[in-house]
């Protein structure tokens, strides 16, 4: 017996097969409902070529001259015989050669099952709702069980587990099934945990959210989740999604298997299918309806009208934008080249066709070649590029559809060399799309300029979107890779396809910052309207392509290649500055920016913290390019970063600022760094980092006036951090693996408290999670002080943090107890600073001592001294004979009378001796 899905794909077969015969012909609309090839703005002539009394009147946009095998097009062409030159351009792409594409892109999470769905124009976008299963309910209640396990272990670190119900199918049908609030046959998440025992939860929020009348209206307290759509369009009146979430925190561990189980019913007592997705936005039962629900999978099924390309009301911002690039071409072309199933080549097609009809109509006059903007234009062609060279040989594909997606490329490629835009990742992409059309369409007269076009373009535009420093100007981790990833991909494609590639000169500067800036485990740091995923793989086709083997070494995470020359490094011009002790995944890093550009946050000063196993103060991410509160708060307020909120208002990241240091030595680093974000105030941050000690972080508030001015510090932690205050000290609880520990020097001056905050690792995936406010009030400078110390899984450690003259004596004890001052102008536990900063720290009569400025006293003895002012670091052995000396950029004079051997950056040095004085001259 058919199901409807066989029904369906034969059907878009059926009317593929028919479409375009003829330029009126039928084609399959995204609902299997027959549409006419559209008539392009590009005519037969001017696409062909005209030809009279043996020339051309109208120039072809193909290259017969060229491309010898074009000769029975070129033929029917000067004859005017226009359907017969596209039966012999089709016959001609079917059997030319085949040409490697760009690498299909796609704006989700790819998984097994959405082809059908794709076909039937139900689409989603981003990765905050991931199709997982399609249900069936009969007419009576129905239990159904789906393996949820692959779920458990990365739901559980973002604090909880989501799902979201909606309709297969349009029609006039209610499904419901029951919630928590039932009297029984509720919804549960049983869990068998690593130890065999069993734990099966309830919802901790489930809700439906309903169009129409009850658009406001909250259904978190009823007995049933409603699920419901009919009509035309991406939605009706009448129609209603499902959502549960399950709460993991305090689980433990990842459990060994999960499964979900619901009780339903189809109420027409027919029997319906309804899709399951996981659902990555947390929610409030209570409040959450459909007006305030940004949504993103909406379904066109059975709609005769299908898709409009379109931005469907109350929709994401981005959906408009985003489902024009037709990020599903590639999982679908896949497909067809997997399985030759016509139905596939044949849904994609009409979808492609009706496309170019709809888009032709408004968008201007490069048409469906333009339309909506040209960042989305660029990323459809390369989409469309990967998935023709598979549809070329599919007999769904007719002569008149070939020449009509012809007829749209040559329209791009005339858009893609005259368009501009002021943001450099978008002209990287339209640039490196028109160089993709001419190398794979390298038949159109056209293609040699394209190819020249953009590689002038990319030559040029590298360069200019780094700072001096090598730096990219886009305050944005995730947008940076993807310039990098054009560039892999542009010199992929000429190369395979047998032309040079010649705009890679700044590519190397690139991949270094994009490598300085990872994480210790290859992850991205996340900063601006970035993800958190992981860079290992993009890194090495950067390490490949520019054959470096140092790069290759931090893609590997030092299985391959070799160590870089570096660890900790500052970008004095991008701004930003990176304290690491190493480049493998048990390493410690932080990063701290001053950083601006498209794409930023208001998040001056902020730092991301990670040490041995995970990000202890993350970046909190973006969740969408909306207006809804959460992104709002998340891409809009200062107070979602690791800095200070001044007076409840945003920094502007326009605003002066600079990175003023970032010092770095085999034991200790030192960045600093200041910005005007907040008018009225200057904020400077200074970052002491001991290695895989702790850091000492200290922000200098000065107001411009004489008023009292509110202060935030905030700490932002993982959703499963589970923090706690103990008299002002905070401290996470993960269950496993490293811990944070965040103390004040002065408690007593802040209100410490624990609000709860957004993480969003990825794009519209966001939950709650805890963060760590430190509130005050102050008229004048104020200075805070705070010891960040990681403690690592069988090492407990903690701190006392002691204000001692001028300066901090900061206590640490439990595994490797240790004590040490951090040094202002003035006196501080005995020591004396002539400077702007310093730290002391002595283990007997060994010391480790960092100056910036010109002297450092022990009593009355000057430990450390120099004539100019200079930042260096210095390790005294007296047992062992040795000093050791970072950093040095002047005559430096040191209390060492024991000395037998100096280094300094790890060379042995000659040094003189005058007392108990050596003089070293770097």
Known sequence: MLTRRTVLRGALAATAAAAGATAGAAHPGPSATAAPVPTSDVGDAAFFGAWD?????????????????????????????YPAAGDALLAYCRSRPARTTPDWSYNGVYVPGLVPLFLDTIWTLGKGEIYRSTLHVTGTDTAVTTDVTDLVGPARTAGGLGFMLMARTKSARTIEFHSAQAAQDGPTLTLRMPDGTTRTL?????????????????????????????????????????????????????????????VGRDTSGDGADVLLYQEKEGFDAATRTWSNTVQNTFSWQGDPGGFDWKKPAGADNEYGYQLPRFYFAGPVADAYADSRDESDAAGLIGLMLDFVADADSYGGAAGAGSFPRNLDAAARFQNWTYAYEILRTSPSLTAAANTAILKTVTKAGRFFTTTTSTTPNWMVTIKSTLLYLGVCFAEFSAAAGWRDNAQDYLTRVLTDALYPDGGYVEASSSYAMGVAQDFVGDATVCQANGFAFEAAGALRSLAWFLADQTYPNGFDPAYGDSSYGDQRGKLGTLAELLDDDALRYVATGGAHGTAPDHTSVGYPDTRVAVQRTGWRGDDWYLRLNADRGAHSHPDELAVQVY??????????????????????????????????????????????????????????????????????????????????????????????????????????????????????????????????????????????????????????????????????????????????????????????VTPTGAGLRVDVTGTAPATGYLLRPGTTGGYRLTGTLGYAEANGPRHRLLLAGTALYQDDTALLATDRPQTVAVRLDPAAGTVAVDGASAELRIAAPWASRVTVDGVATAFTRSGTTITVHP
């Open 202 to 262: 309830t919802p901790s929020q489930d809700t439906y959210i309903a169009n129409g009348a009850d658009a406001t209206t909250s259904f978190g307290d009823s007995a049933v989740l409603q699920v419901r759509d009919e009509g035309t369009g991406p939605y009706s009146a009448t129609t209603r999604k499902a959502y549960l979430w399950f709460d993991l925190t305090g689980l433990g561990a990842d459990p060994a298997a999960a499964s979900l189980r619901l």
């Open 53 to 81: 009394a043996g020339a051309w009147t109208t120039a072809p946009a193909l290259d017969y001259a060229g491309t010898p095998a074009l000769a029975d097009v070129e033929s029917a062409a000067k004859a005017g015989d």
């Open 611 to 800: 040490v041995a196993d995970r990000p202890l103060l993350p970046a909190m991410g973006a969740f969408t390019y909306s207006d809804d509160p959460k992104s709002a708060w998340l891409r809009g307020r200062t107070q979602a970063n690791n800095t200070v909120e001044i007076d409840g208002r945003a920094q502007d990241s326009t605003a002066p600022g600079a990175l003023t240091t970032a010092f770095a030595s085999p034991w200790v680093d030192l960045a600093a760094g200041w910005t005007d974000g907040t008018p009225g105030v200057r904020h400077t941050r200074t970052v002491l980092f001991v290695h895989k000690g702790l850091w000492l972080v200290t922000d200098d508030l000065v107001p411009t006036d004489g008023g009292e001015h509110g202060y935030e510090q905030t700490w932002h932690l993982l959703p499963d951090a589970d923090p706690v205050l103990d008299n002002g000290t905070a401290t996470t609880r993960f269950a496993s693996g490293t811990n944070l520990r965040i103390v004040p020097a002065r408690p007593d001056r802040l209100t410490a408290t624990l609000p709860t905050g957004l993480y969003s690792r990825v794009t519209y995936e966001v939950t709650d999670a805890r963060y760590v406010s430190y509130a005050t009030r102050a008229t004048g400078p104020l200075t805070l002080d705070t010891v960040l110390l990681p403690v690592l899984p069988g090492q407990p450690r903690n701190a006392r």
